[in-house]
């Protein structure tokens, strides 16, 4: 995040308070995300990228998210998962959603975001869900987030609780530890 200021001028008091400056990218990113035209074929083309992951192949568990109006749609990621033999869960959004039982037997979770960068940053809806669960899951869990391209961005502010995620997939790429892949 970049404040603009005049030499002498001191930056606005709100915009020192980091939950300030994440409320207002939320809404902002929201508003760009329910702009986005051609979601359903979005949505699709990061699926493909998804399953195209050896993590996301090989694994046996799977917990993703049953999406909300904007983010990409779980529902084609999930049949694929049990039309492959994998056993998979979908997460309510919500910040008072049940902890699965026993988080580390995930060998894949797939995080949603309001926006992520390059290097696994995210912006959550704000309620810390998976904030508390990324910590609890087994050494040898893939973290993959998932975003419109149009949502991956420079950077993000990040507090101390904040967890990042390991991949991060958009219809155009998939992006590990700052290398891209198309």
Same mark, same amino acid.
């Given at each position: 995040?970049?404040?603009?200021?005049? =030499?002498?001028?001191? =930056?606005?008091?709100?915009?020192?308070?980091?939950?300030?400056? /994440?409320?207002?990218?939320?809404?902002?990113?929201?508003?760009?995300?329910?702009?986005?035209?051609?979601?359903?074929?979005?949505? #699709?083309?990061?699926?493909? +990228?998804?399953?195209?992951?050896?993590?996301?192949?090989?694994?046996?568990? $799977?917990?993703?998210?049953?999406?909300?109006?904007?983010?990409?749609?779980?529902?084609?990621?999930?049949?694929?998962?049990?039309?492959?033999? /994998? &056993? $998979?869960?979908? !997460?309510?959004?919500?910040? @008072?959603?049940? #902890? =699965?039982?026993?988080?580390?037997?995930? @060998? %894949?979770?797939? %995080?949603?975001? !309001?926006?992520?960068?390059?290097?696994? /940053? +995210?912006?959550?809806?704000?309620?810390?869900?998976? @904030?508390?669960?990324? =910590?609890?899951?087994?050494? &040898?869990?893939?973290? %993959?987030?998932?975003?419109?391209?149009?949502?991956?961005?420079?950077?993000?502010? !990040?507090?101390?609780?904040?967890?990042? !995620?390991?991949?991060?997939?958009?219809? &155009?790429?998939?992006?590990?530890?700052?290398?891209?892949?198309?």
């Amino acid at each position: 995040i970049v404040c603009a200021y005049a =030499p002498g001028m001191q =930056p606005r008091a709100e915009y020192l308070d980091t939950a300030a400056v /994440k409320r207002d990218l939320r809404a902002g990113y929201r508003a760009l995300r329910r702009s986005l035209q051609q979601q359903p074929a979005r949505s #699709m083309q990061i699926w493909v +990228r998804v399953t195209g992951l050896p993590e996301v192949r090989a694994a046996r568990s $799977v917990l993703a998210f049953d999406s909300v109006v904007g983010e990409p749609d779980t529902a084609a990621f999930a049949s694929w998962c049990r039309e492959t033999g /994998k &056993h $998979v869960e979908l !997460v309510a959004s919500a910040p @008072d959603a049940p #902890m =699965p039982d026993d988080p580390a037997r995930f @060998d %894949v979770v797939v %995080v949603p975001g !309001v926006a992520f960068t390059p290097d696994g /940053k +995210r912006l959550g809806q704000g309620g810390g869900w998976y @904030d508390r669960l990324i =910590p609890q899951l087994g050494e &040898h869990c893939l973290t %993959v987030g998932v975003c419109f391209a149009s949502l991956l961005v420079g950077d993000l502010p !990040v507090e101390r609780h904040d967890a990042s !995620v390991q991949v991060v997939v958009t219809e &155009h790429a998939v992006i590990r530890a700052g290398q891209t892949s198309s």
